[in-house]
């Protein structure tokens, strides 16, 4: 799988042709699909508020969870009353279920958890209509659904597309899955309401369309928090003459360790996991003065000795203001 990954982004000839075969097929059945929804065989169920969706069309992390934090955040700011529905990938239920503050990560998905804590109303389950009749049933104030990671569920029916890119991988080789790391075709950006790049673009982007709106996400660190103390911070400098091991379980762990390094820490060990991975005990080494964590790893970590384990939260800004883009865009009105 490494090898397959590696291509995506340094392509080699061979692979391209090996894969060429499973890359045609799985071209022609997302492709059936998209084309049976959008000439009404199959159905598309729309729900009784606008729904904006946040997702992307290549694979990995591209930095989802904290834009949709961020909007959580600038929306209840404005007095909009929000809410989440997610796919809880990682979690048990199937059936709709709405995250609790007894809901741990094995139920709901580490995801859901975060943006639960960001004092949204949030509901997991493979249905996302369902799911977001669940959440509006439960609260009814809701105005405004955020859809995290449902650009390809399309018998959810939106109002708005967001899709998220990382601007430092942009979309690799071009290719589709299993040859490259696209869901969906570079072209299906053309049908979006807007694209969020996620830290500058590297390759100039001539795949971007240029009439669909651009916005530019940043994502900028806070302090380190201890999670066995969260009353207690540090800053990177005062970490000095630590041994320090950096461990990441998510979509794109190099972004992690690169913001580090940013920050001015070089970690003897750099741990990657698997996007999702279920922490155990023995993955957290024992010869560390401090372990360094995601705050998306974070709320999987509760079963082991959190003494050592420091998190470092990420803020999205954005350029120009996607909240009231998208509240100008479905005629929300708001109090601030």
């Given amino acids: 799988m490494k090898a397959i990954e590696r291509h995506w982004y340094h392509p080699r000839a061979w692979l391209t042709v090996l894969l060429a075969p499973l890359e045609g097929l799985f071209a022609a059945v997302s492709a059936l699909r998209r084309t049976l929804y959008r000439r009404g065989v199959f159905r598309c169920e729309r729900l009784s508020v606008p729904v904006v969706v946040i997702g992307n069309i290549n694979v990995g992390g591209v930095g989802k969870t ?11 700011a404005r007095g ?17 279920t709405e995250v609790g503050p007894l809901s741990t ?16 109303p949030v509901v997991v389950g493979r249905d996302r209509v369902a799911a977001g009749r669940l959440l509006l049933e439960r609260h009814p104030e809701v105005q405004l659904i955020l859809s995290d990671d449902g650009l390809q569920h399309y018998r959810l029916g939106r109002d708005l597309e967001l899709v998220v890119l990382d601007g430092a991988r942009g979309i690799g080789n071009g290719r589709l899955l299993p040859n490259g790391p696209l869901r969906e075709a570079a072209g299906r950006l053309r049908s979006v309401d807007a694209v969020v790049v996620n830290s500058p673009l590297a390759d100039g982007a001539r795949w971007l369309p240029a009439a669909v709106p651009r916005f530019a996400m940043t994502l900028e660190p806070g302090a380190f928090v201890s999670l066995a103390e969260p009353g207690r911070t540090r800053r990177a400098a005062d970490f000095a003459g630590e041994r320090l091991v950096a461990l990441a379980g998510i979509g794109h762990p190099e972004r992690f360790f690169r913001t580090l390094e940013q920050l001015g820490l070089d970690p003897g060990r750099r741990l990657a996991f698997p996007d999702h991975h279920v922490f155990q005990p023995q993955d957290i080494p024992d010869d560390a003065d401090a372990v360094l964590v995601t705050a998306k790893d974070a709320v999987k970590l509760h079963c082991v000795n959190r003494a050592r384990l420091w998190v470092l939260p990420v803020r999205a800004r954005l350029a120009p203001d996607l909240a009231d883009w998208i509240l100008a865009r479905l005629k929300i009105r708001h109090g601030r």
């Fill in 105 to 120: 990560a094995a139920e709901v998905g580490d995801e859901p958890l975060l943006m639960a804590a960001g004092g949204a």
């Fill in 66 to 76: 904290p834009l949709t934090l961020a909007l959580i955040e600038a929306f209840r």
């Fill in 80 to 96: 909009v009353a929000v809410g989440v529905i997610s796919r809880g990938y990682g979690g048990q239920h199937e059936a709709p």
